[in-house]
DNA sequence: GTGAAAGCGCTAACAC
DNA sequence: GTGTTAGCGCTTTCAC
């Protein structure tokens, strides 16, 4: 484990200063063709890197942002995770991974070290109602893109998924294929994404003349699915089309069915949201309206870059979903459609 | 925007140079009661928190760890960087995600990202078959530990799931069960994980004297697992038993059955391998042998903490599986079993 | 127990 | 074009 040479040892190597090979480097400087060359072979025969923490020192930035998720081993978080990597990577800037687990102390935790510049910048995406705290926060630093979902009363730039149209879709989808007694289970009734998927989704059954008969809020977690599943099974046994806002809430419906033998499509159809799981390879394959999180991840990524740049407005970016049909829902005969 | 505090406005204010109040915050001092008391109070009054790039260039470390994967949306990869970011926050590491997308371009220029203290150390998992470089980037830096597939030839601490055991468990339970004609569909021949795991699997099967009559060895990819599907039925109809060696296999084989209507289970009994997709809320739910994505994570960071503190040996550790039994293998009754 | 001073490797004025 | 110089904020001898 030798000591890495150094910017001082490549300017030596090629009869330089430090702050020649520096410009050079840095690009803000056109050098005569052998200059250069020398300073090329010096780097080569050194195998010179920069190192980044005297660099980030100097400039006071460090070419990294920071990605906070409630929890990466959520398919829908691996995913933008993945995405905002990559776009992130591309940009040239490096990417430190936060996971929150959701939790409010764990954010303003990271929010700080944005703060304090462990990392230039900050995309950030959260999953439960703020109490007021974590928009205090974020409206401390600047820098900090909002993603997926909303932290009310927050100025940042914004990128979020068309709920509404989502549900819309999943509304036009049922409605197209029969169903008209309808129903929602949701996320928390606080959360944006919650309410816009419920609105867009009601709306358009409204219009449709269709009617949703419940809708369930909770967390976005596999036992509200479960429960919210029971729930709508008992009490409104006339529905037979439901719109799911989530895949973890989908999942937890998908055991209280299996359990009770309810066939999926059959005696109930379903439509989710996300699309991030494998639903492809489900026994029925699972319709979904489809975000498009690697859309999400370059806006935010863009946005965040503009930010960096100095751009003081807070834009408020809407990504298009997308239906992805399946087998989840079946067509509805006239016979049973009568309420 | 306003310049954060320096260690130095937190010395003026506590009456201190400096030097004191590093000491203090290293833990390598133990002052009087009242200048501990004045150094907190000036911390706490300026919101004072240390520049890590600073820090990390007076000390040439920096606290950080990476974590490589092929791709960070594969169940598997994010659940064990989610695993990998709760040890290291634990450890009081920070965790910068890297994703190769397995190509060894990028494998490499990480390393080097390594190689020049980017970060102290670095996790590292490949799904591919090494033609020797990255064997010699990894010999190149210490400081790295390979997890959950092997790298032929590298001296580095090393964390692996008994993949053999696991085999050995898949044919233990399809045997059980009755069946007798078995078959595997494995990733790349060339890969550890592979033929550790068809070994036990095979070795298993002809101790207990049943046999396996095929093995389709091929990319970790969906299309493999299609495929290797497509040729079992048609070449080996007499099987009624498959172990699977990933989910991402899985899926493609469970596509194929579906477009053909053989039957999850009962047609075809199906245990696969990793347990990182939402394989329970599959219809059958999948049987799987499942690794601890939890303990690959604890010892691949406590392996390259006690190289960063210094442990010059290469332990590789092993850690087991468990056999998770849900419904895709039926019971062979005693006429069909007559192969 | 505490301070002064040097230095980590780089960048950015400011000179020439 | 290129060099000199002065930091960036922290840790770490070496003194006292």
Tied chains: 1, 2.
Excluded: W
Excluded at 84 to 95: H, I, K, M, N, Q
Aim: hydrophobic content about 45%.
């Amino acid at each position: 484990m030798v000591k890495p040479p150094s910017l001082q040892d490549v300017a030596t190597a090629a009869g330089l200063s430090p702050a020649t090979v520096s410009r050079y480097l840095n690009g803000s400087l056109s050098l005569p063709p052998d200059t250069a060359a020398r300073i090329d072979a010096a780097i080569e025969a050194l195998k010179y890197q920069p190192n980044p923490y005297a660099r980030s020192l100097s400039r006071g930035r460090s070419d990294t942002i920071g990605l906070l998720v409630p929890e990466i081993d959520n398919p829908f978080f691996a995913r933008l995770a993945a995405a905002v990597e990559r776009e992130a990577d591309a940009a040239g800037l490096a990417l430190m991974l936060y996971s929150s687990l959701n939790r409010k102390d764990r954010e303003l935790h990271y929010l700080e070290r944005l703060r304090r510049n462990f990392v230039d910048g900050l995309i950030f995406a959260t999953n439960h109602v703020d109490d007021g705290d974590l928009a205090a926060a974020i409206a401390q630093s600047s820098n900090v893109v909002v993603v997926d979902e909303d932290v009310a009363g927050v100025a940042a730039p914004k990128v979020f998924s068309d709920n509404v149209a989502g549900g819309r879709l999943a509304a036009e989808h049922m409605i197209a294929l029969g169903h008209r007694r309808l129903a929602f289970i949701g996320g928390p009734e606080g959360l944006m994404s919650s309410q816009e998927r419920f609105s867009g989704f009601r709306d358009e059954a409204k219009r449709a003349g269709a009617g949703v008969e419940a809708a369930f809020f909770g967390p976005y977690t596999l036992d509200h699915g479960r429960e919210a599943l029971c729930r709508l099974l008992k009490e409104h046994p006339e529905v037979t089309g439901a719109f799911i806002a989530s895949d973890e809430l989908l999942f937890g419906a998908l055991e209280t069915m299996r359990n009770r033998s309810v066939s999926v499509g059959r005696d109930l159809g379903l439509v989710t949201f996300d699309d991030a799981g494998p639903l492809a390879f489900f026994d029925p394959p699972i319709t979904a309206i489809r975000q498009d999180v690697g859309g999400l991840a370059r806006e935010a990524v863009r946005a965040l870059r503009e930010r960096l740049g100095g751009t003081p407005d807070n834009p408020v970016c809407r990504l298009p979903v997308e239906l992805v049909v399946r087998k989840s829902v079946h067509a509805l005969n006239a016979a049973s459609s009568t309420g």
